[in-house]
């Protein structure tokens, strides 16, 4: 045998021995990472779980209080000075934002377990502008700001889930006013490329930085500004509405410039697909 094929050879048996620890080595990689990423699984799911239990616990009390509120405040129990009205009116706002925050962390919940039931069926875009123009009109407390629905020109009927559209757009709009003090929030539809429909909610607020529109869309994220550390809420709304957004085929988008306004808006598949059609 030749000098040549014995080192050939053992070349060869040195690169299989090389292959076989780079096999083993990967084998034990992948064992590693399904291992990571049950545990991520399961992480995932008891933060599901926390979130579900703890809001519906939180439902009860919440409830009593609002309730206990709006007695006093009907003057059921006497009449109440100017002063108790004050506080009294306090404790149910309270209750009644911690109560929506409640019921953001539930549906964030369902969300992330994968358990929120989709319900398509065909809708005007009249008729939901005219239920959301409803909700509003009872908390419009300032004249200085103004509501403004734009008529749907030619967007005509929608095939989706129009309970989840208007929680995202009812987030957006109460964003929208509880960041402007002088102006309007404008809220609109059109069709964009034949088959979506993007709905704007555009205000004449403090606007936002730059440095901050990338992450506004994240679980309980808070921009670090004056008037926002005044006004804070639990940094749900949001990331629930893109999470809402996504589970409907589409997404969301911001723009904004400080002092100017904003414009969030969430552009949807305008005929969801498979979801029990």
Known sequence: MSDELIRLREQVAGLTTELAETNHGVVALYAELDDNAARLREASELKSRFLSYMSHEFRTPLGAIRSIARILLDRLD???????????????????????????????????????TISPAWFEMVDLFSALRGMFKPILSSESVSLVFEEPIGVGSVYSDDKKLSQILRNFIANALKFTS????????????????????????????????????????????????????????????????????????????????????????????????
């Open 78 to 116: 006497g009449p109440l000075t100017d002063e108790q009205q004050v506080q009294v009116e306090f404790i149910r706002s309270s209750a009644t934002e911690l109560s929506q925050m409640v019921d953001d962390l539930l549906d964030l919940a369902k969300v992330e377990a994968g358990r929120v």
């Open 182 to 277: 002088r102006g309007e929030v404008r809220v609109t539809a059109e069709v964009t490329n034949e088959q979506f429909v993007t709905f704007a909610v555009s205000d004449t607020g403090i606007g936002i930085a730059p440095e901050f529109l990338g992450a506004i869309f994240q679980d309980f994220v808070q921009v670090d500004a004056p008037i926002q550390k005044r006004l804070r809420g639990a940094g749900l709304g949001l990331s629930l509405s893109r999470k809402l957004a996504q589970v409907l085929g589409g997404d969301v988008a911001v723009r904004s410039v400080v002092g100017v306004g904003s414009t969030f808006s969430v552009t949807i598949p305008k005929e969801l697909q498979g979801d029990g059609r």
